[in-house]
């Protein structure tokens, strides 16, 4: 079946994805609220800036990454002195690389099914008693909860095949930051290797595919649950 | 009971509207044309559009002052607002929805039961909003609001999406509720047959401001608001008792006070019930003489008190005691040949009667 050497590199993809996308939502929640509903000064900045690794070079997200969180960085710097935190050349780096390509993707999404909700059940369920935040937990979340699922897809798909940004920030270290797209350029590299990259090949295929498979399942299972497919093509 | 003094501006146009209404009169239909304000000042009432300046109360409590600096949230002013489009919350059963208020808000003079009852919703509880149609939408708008525990119910236009059929599956509920429950209803329509059937008082509202405020009687017999209360649907609002029955002829006799008699297909309630007769303008003729080789049953004689040509067009609007106020619409043409002047002796043939409402249990006090 699978060698030691995919299996490590496919375990480490997973975990990496799975740590950037559940990393990255509460602040795509947020940025996505503060977009699609906020009012205040330099929106568009925020806007920019969220949306900038979409259409900026991974590799210089890589680098960015690399002067700001490595261990003399602004940020970085702290973050070591403080908590003893690493993030360069380590697995929760490749996470954070991940998660900042992913964010843009999953705000969208998120952004996009709140701006679908009506306003209007909000303002009914006010007049019904229900404070802000009520309205928030007993409408909103829910109505915006297929949104959300879509966001979690597109953010792990993402991250599994993210690597300019992730080899500029972390390199390429087996069991650490090597991750399957990763790997499979090590091996690319490798003259004589060509069968070994395509079975890596295939394996990435497989896992997005089936990804994108099951949330389709999620998605339209939450849409039916929340009553909003039928109350659209009605 | 409510107070209401606001104004705003809302772009070009300006709201300026004051309001009081009295627990004699608890169902108070606001009426005026598209546009003219009626749902920016529901809101306002409601707290969902904060005016400018101005004062409301509900029930005795002020939710809005703006020179005390008070302005209590929708969510503190235990109001029941039902909108046009329902808006129930899609990923709710019926069952959550009706509970929405009900749990926030505890529990009111109606029961769930009560109201589940009133308005027909036994078997559509487990359902979702998607499958249920558009009265039956609206009902559960309805009962949701009413089962929040309010103490003043909002309905802004609940009927103007629904088709006549369901309009007419609709109202009789409303009207029930008005009658058993007894929480005040400030009713927003630009259909006047609806304000006919519901409202004690009549609020008429144009370009932002109340400029009128009476019993749809009154108000519609007002020939200066005719302009606003509407010329194609407008007519007499009469009150009238049932006097006699026949089951030969299928007919029953209506007494308008007292006076006046009219024949109309009989309808299943008991002799001396009171009901609510709307006779449009359209519906009724003039003849200087009785007809007698015609097939309308209503010939009633009387005396022309009134006779307004419009401003543009060719009808004009004649005014005619048969012992109640009736309105006729004819040509100008037809009221030049007849030679139609005040205090004329005339005969009305009235061709429809529309009932709009019974009040069995109610005598006009």
């Known amino acids: 079946m699978l060698s030691a050497f995919e299996v490590e590199a496919l375990l480490l993809s997973l975990k990496v994805s799975a740590a950037a996308t559940l990393g990255a939502l509460p602040f795509a929640m947020l940025f996505a609220f503060l977009l699609a509903r906020g009012r205040f000064p330099f929106k568009w900045l925020l806007d920019g800036i969220v949306h900038a690794p979409l259409v900026v070079p991974p590799v210089v997200v890589g680098y960015l990454l690399l002067i700001g969180l490595g261990p003399n960085g602004p940020i970085g710097a702290p973050l070591k002195d403080w908590f003893g935190w690493t993030l360069a050349f380590t697995w929760q780096g490749a996470a954070v690389a991940a998660a900042v390509m992913a964010l843009p993707l999953m705000v969208r999404a998120i952004r996009l099914s709140l701006e679908q909700i009506d306003f209007k059940l909000e303002d009914a369920a006010t007049t019904l008693g229900a404070s802000r935040l009520d309205v928030l937990t007993s409408v909103t979340l829910p109505l915006i909860a297929p949104g959300v699922v879509v966001a979690v897809v597109l953010g792990f798909a993402r991250a599994l095949g993210e690597f300019g940004a992730t080899i500029t920030f972390v390199a390429n270290i087996p069991g650490e930051t090597r991750t399957l797209p990763i790997a499979l350029y090590t091996l690319a590299q490798t003259p004589g290797a060509e069968f070994e990259a395509g079975r890596l090949a295939l394996i990435s295929v497989i896992v997005a595919v089936a990804a994108l498979v099951a949330s389709e399942a999620v998605a339209r299972r939450t849409r039916r649950a929340i009553g909003l497919q039928e109350a659209r093509s009605q | ?365």
């Open chain 2, 1 to 365: 009971m409510i107070f209401a003094r606001v104004s705003s501006r809302l772009g070009d146009f300006t709201l300026n509207a004051s309001l009081a209404t009295t627990d004699e009169q608890p169902t108070v239909a606001l009426f005026g044309r598209s546009g003219c304000g009626k749902t920016s000042l529901v809101n306002a009432v409601a707290g969902l559009l904060k005016p400018d300046s101005g004062r409301i109360e509900i029930a005795g409590e002020t939710v809005l002052d703006t020179e005390r600096g008070i302005n209590l949230p929708p969510n503190k002013r235990r109001i029941g607002y039902v909108f046009q489009e329902g808006r129930l919350f899609p990923h709710m059963t019926v069952r959550s929805n009706l509970n929405y208020g009900r749990k926030r808000n505890g529990d009111g003079s109606v029961g769930f039961d009560q109201a589940v009852q009133l308005l027909g919703l036994d078997h559509l509880l487990d359902r979702k909003p998607f499958a249920l149609s558009g009265g039956e939408r609206q009902r559960v708008a309805i009962g949701r609001a009413l089962l929040s525990n309010p103490s003043l119910l909002l309905m802004d236009e609940p009927l103007a999406s629904l088709d006549s059929h369901r309009k007419n599956e609709i109202l009789p509920f409303i009207a029930r509720l008005k009658d058993e429950v007894g929480t005040p209803i400030l009713y927003v329509s630009h259909a006047m047959e609806e304000i006919a059937q519901l409202a004690d008082v009549v609020a008429l509202m144009d370009a932002g401001r109340i400029v009128a405020m009476d019993s749809v009687e009154r108000l519609t017999a007002r020939l200066d608001l005719h302009p606003l209360t509407g010329r194609y649907e407008a007519g007499a609002f009469l009150t009238a008792r049932i006097a006699e029955k026949s089951a030969a002829t299928g007919l029953m006799r209506l007494a308008v006070a007292g006076k006046a008699f009219l024949t109309v297909p009989a309808a299943p309630f008991p002799l001396g019930s009171e009901m609510k007769l709307r006779i449009r303008a359209r519906d009724v003729s003039l003849s200087l003489s009785e007809p007698k080789d015609i097939s309308i049953l209503n010939r009633l004689p009387g005396t022309v008190i009134e006779v307004r040509p419009d401003a543009e067009g060719p009808m004009a609007e004649v005014l005619v005691d048969v012992g109640a106020p009736v309105w006729a619409r004819v040509t100008k043409l037809s009221a030049e040949t007849l030679k139609l002047a005040p205090g004329q002796e005339i005969w009305a043939l009235i061709k429809t009667v529309a009932i709009d409402r019974t009040s069995p249990g109610r005598q006009k006090s």
